[in-house]
């Protein structure tokens, strides 16, 4: 059984770096759905508390969510939209995928100084969703376009509910259904916005977004 | 000792056989017969026989490259252990003395291909030492990673402990080390992703282009050198593989010698189901190895 964990858990990480190198953004829903998939087994392998949510359920609705509806919404966005193909990143990839490293053993520093309640954990699971919490953050910065600030988003939610799914057994999900509805609102009303910045500005791209402010003065 | 003297000469006089394996490999893919098992022999004999021209712009460096880099390969071929028997030198650390004598291997090559003072051979040299400035951390890291799990400071020390035992609890550990080892590999070898072994267009050969003006005796020499270290690198990626010795050293000898061929095939396999990446995506190949290494690295800090 923990030996699936750490397969689950490795898989994670593996994917946060395929996220950080991967130049399309067709990859990039396809590795959010993915890691989101995977992450939304967790409940299933780890030890739930009594008296919580039932973990098929749990798992269930963050899979039907992060596997199959966020990936359709992102998807129809990017044809909806028109965009280009390329992330655009500020730095390029191997800097991005350097500093993925960077972020793990800062998420594994991290790790080594939290006291955890129960010393039976996944050693791996800490350090792990740290870093992915890390790279959703790095990806909202480092990344251009908005629909790609929505897949760090996602990515970053990712970290949270694996956090949660390791450390908390069964208490968490419910908390966690709960973010997932507000991530699942959250991509809806992105997908519209992107859609109406790309239909006034013909792109997507946040930089641009301060222009506004001279749409508006100079009215 | 017998064994052990045994083991070194098995590994000189084996590793032309594997580039035959290999080229097999990619004859069957391309529907072609190939060249005979025994030709890397071939053309090392008969080159061994023939003279070599120098050029005038040329000094004693451009003779001692060839020497000093199968010089260096063949001390590196005494500190790799044997199908998981100890190798006829070990002391802790010599993964790191192993490392730079391939370093050193490189240098010389490198600096030959600048005494020849050809412009092609200068870029290739450049992109050379730009490659290995990835690749050369990865394996660091690599091998760091692999002394950690098993505790053990030397090559020997490492391979002999039965490094299939430690699968189950470093699963990730030894996935990753072995992705990351297998991407140095095909680098270092200036195989297919990497760097094409059979183009002649100097604008985007590495290795191949630094050797351009060598001929003869010199030309035997790099030859037989680069087959000697993809031997020697091979050995780390079956190694990870064996169990601990037990079936007598006739039986695990023939058992390595399998696995080094299927390590030829499969590299065949890739070499002719892959396209060569553009020159400019290499140094990013080479850091997903970098990365690889380093996150085994950090995974064995846990606990």
């Known amino acids: 059984m923990t030996m699936w964990v750490d397969f689950i858990i490795v898989a994670v990480l593996l994917l946060d770096l395929m996220m950080l190198s991967s130049s399309r953004i067709r990859n990039c829903i396809?590795?959010?759905?993915?890691?989101?998939?995977?992450?939304?087994?967790?409940?299933?392998?780890?030890?739930?508390?009594?008296?919580?949510?039932?973990?098929?359920?749990?798992?269930?609705f963050s899979i039907f969510l992060k596997g199959v509806v966020f990936p359709w919404l992102l998807f129809r966005a990017l044809r909806e939209a028109n965009i280009r193909k390329e992330v655009e990143p500020i730095g390029g990839y191997p800097l991005s995928l350097l500093m993925g490293v960077v972020m793990f053993?800062?998420?594994?520093?991290?790790?080594?100084?939290?006291?955890?309640?129960?010393?039976?954990?996944?050693?791996?699971?800490?350090?792990?969703?740290?870093?992915?919490?890390?790279?959703?953050?790095?990806?909202?910065?480092?990344?251009?376009?908005?629909?790609?600030?929505?897949?760090?988003?996602?990515?970053?939610?990712?970290?949270?509910?694996?956090?949660?799914?390791?450390?908390l057994g069964g208490q968490s999900l419910l908390v966690e259904l709960a973010i997932l509805l507000d991530i699942f609102a959250a991509v809806f009303v992105m997908g519209i916005t992107i859609f109406h910045i790309n239909r006034e500005f013909d792109h997507i791209d946040t930089q641009k977004l301060s222009e506004l402010k001279d749409i508006i003065t100079s009215k | 000792m017998p064994a052990k003297i045994a083991q070194f000469i098995l590994v000189l006089t084996l590793s032309p056989f594997l580039f035959g394996v290999l080229n097999r490999t990619k004859a069957f893919f391309a529907g072609r017969k190939g060249s005979p098992l025994l030709q890397l022999y071939y053309d090392i004999f008969k080159l061994l026989r023939k003279g070599a021209v120098y050029s005038t712009t040329t000094t004693w460096v451009f003779i001692a490259g060839?020497?000093?880099?199968?010089?260096?390969?063949?001390?590196?071929?005494?500190?790799?252990?044997?199908?998981?028997?100890?190798?006829?030198?070990?002391?802790?650390?010599?993964?790191?003395?192993?490392?730079?004598?391939?370093?050193?291997?490189?240098?010389?090559?490198?600096?030959?291909?600048?005494?020849?003072?050809?412009?092609?051979e200068g870029m290739g040299a450049s992109r050379e030492m730009q490659f290995a400035l990835f690749a050369e951390p990865a394996l660091f890291l690599s091998l760091a990673s692999l002394a950690r799990v098993t505790g053990q400071m030397s090559f020997s020390g490492i391979f002999s402990t039965g490094v299939i035992n430690f699968w189950p609890v470093y699963g990730p550990v030894f996935f990753l080390v072995f992705g990351a080892v297998f991407i140095v590999f095909l680098a270092e070898n200036s195989r297919i992703p990497v760097d094409d072994p059979n183009t002649h267009l100097e604008l985007t050969m590495i290795h191949e282009v630094m050797v351009l003006d060598h001929g003869g005796v010199d030309f035997a020499y790099i030859l037989y050198g680069a087959a000697?270290?993809?031997?020697?690198?091979?050995?780390?990626?079956?190694?990870?593989?064996?169990?601990?010795?037990?079936?007598?050293?006739?039986?695990?000898?023939?058992?390595?010698?399998?696995?080094?061929?299927?390590?030829?095939?499969?590299?065949?396999?890739?070499?002719?189901?892959?396209?060569?990446?553009?020159?400019?995506?290499?140094?990013?190949?080479?850091?997903?190895?970098?990365?690889?290494?380093?996150?085994?690295?950090?995974?064995?800090?846990?606990?």
Do not use: C
């Open chain 1, 30 to 60: 396809q590795i959010a759905a993915v890691q989101g998939t995977l992450v939304g087994l967790m409940p299933l392998f780890v030890e739930s508390h009594p008296g919580a949510l039932s973990p098929v359920v749990a798992s269930f």
């Open chain 1, 105 to 167: 053993a800062m998420g594994f520093w991290l790790s080594k100084r939290l006291l955890y309640p129960d010393p039976f954990v996944p050693a791996l699971g800490a350090p792990v969703s740290f870093a992915t919490f890390f790279t959703g953050v790095f990806l909202i910065i480092s990344r251009m376009k908005a629909i790609t600030q929505v897949i760090g988003y996602l990515i970053l939610e990712n970290g949270i509910y694996l956090f949660g799914a390791v450390f």
């Open chain 2, 66 to 120: 060839p020497v000093v880099s199968l010089s260096a390969v063949i001390t590196a071929s005494f500190l790799i252990p044997w199908a998981g028997h100890p190798a006829v030198i070990q002391f802790d650390g010599d993964i790191i003395l192993f490392i730079y004598l391939l370093g050193l291997a490189r240098f010389f090559t490198v600096l030959a291909a600048l005494d020849t003072g050809s412009s092609f």
């Open chain 2, 228 to 303: 000697v270290k993809f031997w020697l690198l091979g050995t780390l990626l079956a190694g990870m593989f064996l169990g601990a010795s037990s079936r007598g050293w006739m039986m695990d000898s023939a058992v390595f010698i399998l696995q080094m061929s299927v390590l030829a095939v499969i590299v065949g396999v890739v070499e002719s189901t892959l396209a060569r990446l553009r020159l400019l995506k290499v140094p990013h190949f080479l850091i997903i190895a970098l990365a690889l290494s380093a996150v085994a690295f950090i995974l064995t800090m846990r606990s």
